[in-house]
């Protein structure tokens, strides 16, 4: 999976007494009795701390604008969604720069990828609950919610993408020419009227985390925005070894049990389509990262592949 992608953004290292200056806005005379560095993750630094009475998570922000969805979303699905409660949010110099400081409830918990490397499939429990929970999110109305944004459709998406020349060259011209034969074999599906549902954007496995009882918490809500529901669901199937026919159907079966509006039958084709375009936009930033841009470029050929199959 991403474990071993290199990370671009640096970490922000702090001491104990750093630490606890960021914690005092929380109570001024907190009593910090350890933390600990957690390294998963790309962007964003994340620590677990432990004051005398609670266990806390601590996120020092890489991006103050995208820090902005994150809290929105807890505001508006705090009770619809589980994820971790969010206790405060405010800004802080921390190395001499200005950052985005969130404290969280920590929650003792493993990863969806973790999960699944352990058990090499999600339990039908799981795959249901994971279902439900996307079925509850893209039933909100979002006409009345603001500061939202608006996400581009799946043609503007590659329009713009296949024009990167960074993601050209990385891909090759063999590759570029099996994606142009995907896009013209789904042309019609490219260019289906723009989706308005609320949607996290960047619900891979290695952003949900569970606790020993399986119940599922959802992370990570900086790109929340208004748009195509597939984006999640190709996200989530990202990694299809690790999901059989059977999971599919349950998948399917129980969001549309609880969804306002049913997936469409070529739904797995709809998410493989999303799933590419998320992938072509990492594979076009200018990051020197062999391991991550090889992962990716594989990854794209492996979904060019199953879309020429079907």
Same mark, same amino acid.
């Given at each position: ?9 640096k ?5 104990i ?14 009593? &910090? ?19 005398l ?56 918990s493993?990863t ?8 090499n499939r ?14 509850e ?23 713009m ?30 260019e ?15 952003n949900? &985390? ?23 669901i ?5 990694y ?5 026919k ?50 990716i ?13 079907k």
């Amino acid at each position: 999976m991403e474990k071993n992608w290199e990370r671009f953004v640096k970490v922000e290292k702090v001491n104990i007494g750093e630490v606890t200056d960021i914690m005092k806005n929380m109570e001024k005379d907190i009593k &910090i009795t350890g933390y600990k560095l957690i390294s998963k993750g790309q962007r964003n630094t994340n620590y677990m701390v432990n004051t005398l009475t609670d266990k806390l998570f601590l996120r020092i922000c890489a991006d103050e604008n995208l820090s902005k969805n994150e809290e929105a979303a807890f505001k508006i699905l705090k009770e619809k969604i589980t994820m971790p409660r969010l206790v405060l949010t405010f800004s802080q110099i921390v190395k001499s720069q200005k950052k985005r400081i969130m404290i969280y409830e920590y929650i003792d918990s493993i990863t969806g990828d973790e999960y699944l490397e352990k058990n090499n499939r999600f339990s039908e429990k799981l795959l249901k609950n994971i279902a439900f929970i996307l079925a509850e999110l893209h039933n909100i109305k979002i006409l009345s919610l603001k500061g939202i944004n608006s996400l581009p459709s799946l043609k503007e998406c590659f329009e713009m993408l296949m024009e990167n020349s960074v993601l050209r060259q990385r891909m090759g011209i063999d590759s570029m020419k099996k994606l142009n034969a995907v896009i013209g074999k789904y042309k019609e599906e490219i260019e289906k009227k723009r989706e308005n549902f609320l949607v996290h954007c960047d619900f891979k496995t290695s952003n949900l &985390i569970m606790d020993k009882d399986e119940k599922i918490y959802v992370t990570d809500w900086e790109y929340l925005g208004c748009g195509n529901r597939y984006f999640d669901i190709g996200l989530f199937f990202r990694y299809k070894n690790y999901f059989t026919k059977k999971d599919m159907e349950i998948f399917c079966e129980e969001y549309n049990r609880n969804a306002e509006i049913s997936l469409d039958e070529n739904w797995i084709e709809m998410g493989v389509l999303c799933n590419i375009v998320s992938l072509m936009e990492m594979l076009s930033r200018e990051e020197d990262a062999f391991e991550k841009n090889n992962d990716i470029k594989n990854l794209i050929e492996k979904e060019i592949k199953f879309l020429i199959e079907k």
